[in-house]
Structures are given as C-alpha cells and as structure tokens.
C-alpha cells in the first residue's frame, strides 16, 4: 500500500521568503510522485512530476522538488514566495510507474495551505 | 488544446435520489479517473476507464458507478444519495496511466 504524509497543515510564509512545503511518502516500488496545487471552488492543476528521470524537478511559476529516495521525501520548494501562490498544496504518489497495477490511481496527502503575508 | 471539461459544476439533490456527472477528457487522453474531495476524507480515488474498460477501483460502496463511452468521455452515477456523498467531484484524464489534468470538478449537494 501506498501512504503520503504531508507534514504541517497550514504553513505561513511572508512574501519573498522562502517556500517549504515538505511531503513523505512510503511505496514498496519506485513510484511516480506529484505536487498538484488547488484554489479556491477550482479543481487541481500539476505544478510538477517525478518520473523517475532526474531526482530534481523543476514545475510551473518557479516550483521545484527533490526526490530523495533515502528519505523517502519529496518537498517542494520556491525561492521567493509570491501573493498569488497563496493555495492549497497536495503531494501525490502513484505504483504505475513502476508497472503496478494503481492505473489512475493517486494517493493524496492531506494537503498543506500555504498563507503568503505581504 | 481545451482541458478537462466536468458538467455541471454545482448541483443539489436531495437525499434518495440519483445523480450523474460528467467529464470529458482532453482530447487524445483515453483514460479518465474520478476522485472523491471532502474536508474530512480529503481526495479520493473513485474509478478509472480506459478504452470503455474499468481497470481500477477505490474503495466506494456500488452506489458509485461510471461508465466510459467510445469517445473517451465519461459519466459517474450516485444512486440513492446520501448527507455524506455531498463533495466535489474532480475528474482527471491521462493519456494512458496516471491522471496529470484535472477538471474544475462538479460541487454536489446533497439536502
């Protein structure tokens, strides 16, 4: 079975800071891995995706993430907090990279709101 | 290209009736998935059809049910709703595995 963690419920951050939004996940394969964020009364729109390519992945309106297999981790990342990316934030892991059998499916964490201060 | 259309965006109902929602992937995606957003349970997966097929499912009671038609496009039916099945229904499509487009998702009330 797959599990994703996201720790930290609600992160506040002022604008131009730094941006950490941390996500764990346990997968008994190599999995596929997902940062998807979501405003308000909208659906969800991927920000990035980890593929098993390269272990730093670079996503829209200036995210990252790291996938760090000996920590199991995948947290994402911005240099500079902007207004607009004031959101909720969802990790996402899937097996169907790794040919299991999870076709469509992925696991979310909880999810984590970012608050940016002016 | 258009994204991932869901219709109608809100809807209410009252409990005991029945309800269907659409989506219509993004043109080329041949396999649609369904989740489930509550603020108690978070997201959850539903379902997904490839090629009409049902290859996966979540663990819903058999009140949930989707089909896939010929075109890709996509319907889940809730039967004898309940308080509890109120949530937005998000709809995602992939070309072949994992959904990475979502859908504005369908605001169900269920009173």
């Known amino acids: 079975a797959q599990s994703v963690t996201q720790l930290g419920s609600h992160v506040s951050v002022s604008e131009g800071a730094l941006v950490l939004l941390r996500c764990n996940y346990s997968?008994?394969?190599?999995?596929?891995l997902f940062w998807y964020v979501q405003y308000p009364n909208q659906g969800l729109q991927l920000l990035l995706k980890?593929?098993?390519?390269?272990?730093l992945v670079k996503g829209i309106n200036g995210f990252e993430a790291e996938f760090k297999k000996s920590e199991t981790s995948f947290h994402l990342t911005k240099p500079s907090a902007h207004m607009s990316d004031a959101a909720e934030y969802f990790c996402a892991v899937s097996d169907y990279g790794a040919g299991g059998t999870s076709y469509g499916k992925l696991t979310f964490g909880q999810g984590t709101i970012l608050t940016v201060h002016p | 290209k258009a994204g991932v259309t869901q219709t109608p965006r809100y809807l209410i109902k009252t409990r005991g009736q029945q309800v269907t929602l659409s989506c219509s992937p993004i043109?080329?995606?041949?396999?649609v998935s369904w989740y489930q957003q509550t603020p108690g349970q978070g997201l959850q997966f539903l379902f997904e059809y490839f090629s009409e097929t049902q290859r996966n499912k979540g663990n819903f009671p058999g009140r949930f049910s989707g089909r896939q038609f010929s075109n890709s496009r996509s319907e889940m039916n809730v039967s004898t709703l309940e308080l509890g099945d109120s949530a937005l229904y998000l709809c995602?499509?992939?070309?072949?595995?994992?959904?990475?487009?979502f859908g504005s998702g369908t605001r169900l009330t269920v009173v």
């Open positions: 995602a499509s992939s070309l072949a595995g994992v959904g990475s487009a």
């Open positions: 043109s080329g995606h041949r396999s």
């Open positions: 997968s008994s394969v190599p999995p596929y």
């Open positions: 980890y593929t098993s390519a390269a272990t």
